[in-house]
């Protein structure tokens, strides 16, 4: 058997973790504008001529390092991109069908409004849904606690759980999530969120339906895709509401997020970073195939996840042991998309969350969108050891996999829809990525992200390597927001750098 629920807007990460406080409100504001761009906007005396001999090396093509790389060419510094694939945007990644419909198989939306640069940008491109077809902004969700209540839970033969069922198991589920808030202070506090809330449900176990365990299983497993983890006792329980939300709801972009990363600077793609030499006479990049790029500063944007695998061996010097651990305690989960359009319309209905299955294991607790982005697509969210598996199989097998699930769910009337296409990402197992998502491990603390953003200085303290993307944001990693923000941090430093030297 298996069990699902349905959305009445979509899957989003607005509402993740304690709603709209005044306290949080107020410390997201100083936030944003300390790591954003406005602490970038520093005084720069060289001239034009003098910024051309300054050498830039940017790694990694993704919306960090594409952002730090025009700011500083358009300044006058002499950039050059450094990126392994063959494409640019990173985690941003978005195709196109027979049509030219965009389909996001990374970033799938822009997190908040005000305050939000990329929301701006985004605007000005045309790139997002018409303005009568957003949601609207009085309809706020982070403070609604009976939004995942209105979910429907589906069994496998197609018949919905007691909705009576489904809105208590809800709201004592965002009981726990305002409870932990509060006893994030408590020495007795356990290690994770996985633990905190089993043990709460355990406190509560008395007063369960029948079908409540299914319905909470479900719920963290919903959790775990908005922490963007594997698991939630990968999660930290004090430092769960790091966080910030700025306001305004998640919008998505039909126009193509592509169109958020616009490099002005030249690329060296299909080029593999393999070690970083660096010191008080610059900046020695080795690639792969004994290539060898000499420059004044890096800016490093690989993901975390390529970062927790090469961070002892990746610079020469080695980074500090503070920095080393920061990196190898912070999060990094794996979520997967998996898109199929086939030919059937499944109208505009409420994605379905599929969880609980006993076959195929890949499709298990994960998210389903039936209808999601367009009529005749379906969209499956994967996370976890079930998202390297599903990243293992041949496409046909995918397919025959989630074209079942769509008869015997009852999703599409029975019957079992041919398909068109299949799309899918492979963050984990490529070693570009190594996943997906940064969040605060249980070994992190309120330094990790912070640390992870420190440049590497000289025996003459000038920093020479600076580090930016969404895991370097310490209150909206995860987001393109912190992505884009810490581009312009990064460029922001290594000009106050340069300014300081000069």
């Not at 009085?138 to 909705?163: A, C, F, I």
């Not at 076959?359 to 969210?381: C, H, I, K």
Request: charged share 25%; hydrophobic share 35%.
């Amino acid at each position: 058997m298996w069990c699902g629920f349905v959305f009445p807007h979509g899957f989003c990460k607005v509402g993740r973790r304690f709603g709209n406080h005044s306290w949080l409100a107020q410390r997201r504001s100083a936030r944003v504008n300390y790591h954003g761009a406005e602490r970038c906007n520093l005084l720069v005396h060289m001239t034009g001529e003098d910024r051309t001999k300054v050498k830039v090396l940017v790694v990694g093509a993704g919306l960090a390092g594409v952002t730090a790389a025009n700011e500083l060419h358009a300044d006058g510094y002499d950039v050059t991109i450094i990126e392994a694939s063959e494409r640019f945007g990173g985690r941003i990644w978005t195709e196109r069908d027979a049509s030219g419909r965009a389909v996001e198989l990374g970033a799938t939306w822009l997190h908040g409004k005000t305050g939000n640069p990329l929301f701006e940008c985004a605007e000005k491109l045309g790139i997002l849904p018409p303005a009568d077809e957003r949601d609207p902004e009085d309809e706020d969700r982070n403070d609604d606690d009976d939004y995942w209540g209105l979910l429907k839970y589906v069994r496998s033969d197609g018949t919905l759980l007691q909705p009576d069922d489904v809105r208590r198991v809800m709201k004592l589920f965002r009981s726990f999530l305002n409870e932990l808030k509060d006893d994030r202070a408590k020495s007795s506090l356990p290690s994770s969120v996985g633990q905190y809330l089993d043990q709460r449900w355990q406190e509560t176990a008395s007063s369960i339906g029948p079908h409540d365990e299914l319905i909470f299983q479900a719920r963290k497993e919903l959790e775990c895709g908005i922490s963007g983890c594997n698991d939630l006792n990968e999660v930290s329980a004090r430092h769960f509401d790091g966080y910030d939300e700025l306001d305004g709801k998640n919008t998505p972009a039909p126009g193509g997020m592509e169109k958020l990363v616009s490099p002005t600077c030249p690329i060296l793609y299909e080029t593999e970073v393999v070690k970083i030499q660096w010191g008080t006479s610059g900046v020695n990049v080795l690639t792969r195939g004994n290539g060898s790029y000499a420059s004044d500063y890096v800016i490093v944007t690989v993901p975390l996840g390529f970062l927790k695998q090469t961070v002892r061996s990746f610079f020469d010097p080695p980074v500090a042991e503070a920095k080393a651990k920061a990196i190898e305690s912070a999060g990094f989960g794996v979520v997967d998309k998996v898109i199929l359009q086939v030919d059937y319309d499944f109208g505009y209905t409420s994605p379905v969350i599929a969880c609980d299955c006993s076959a195929p294991t890949w499709m298990q607790n994960s998210f389903l969108y039936s209808g999601g982005t367009y009529r005749d697509t379906v969209e499956f969210w994967v996370k976890g050891c079930r998202a390297l598996e599903m990243e293992s199989l041949e496409d046909n097998v995918v397919v025959e996999d989630l074209l079942e699930v769509l008869r015997t769910s009852g999703i599409t009337s029975g019957v079992k829809p041919a398909p068109k296409k299949l799309w899918r990402s492979r963050w984990g197992t490529n070693p570009l990525f190594g996943g997906s998502y940064s969040f605060p491990g249980v070994n992190s603390d309120e330094q990790t992200f912070s640390t992870i953003q420190d440049p590497l200085r000289d025996v003459d303290m000038r920093c020479r390597v600076f580090f930016a993307g969404e895991a370097t944001h310490p209150s909206l990693y995860s987001t393109m927001t912190a992505a884009y923000l810490s581009g312009m941090r990064a460029a922001g430093e290594l000009r106050s750098t340069v300014d300081h030297v000069n």
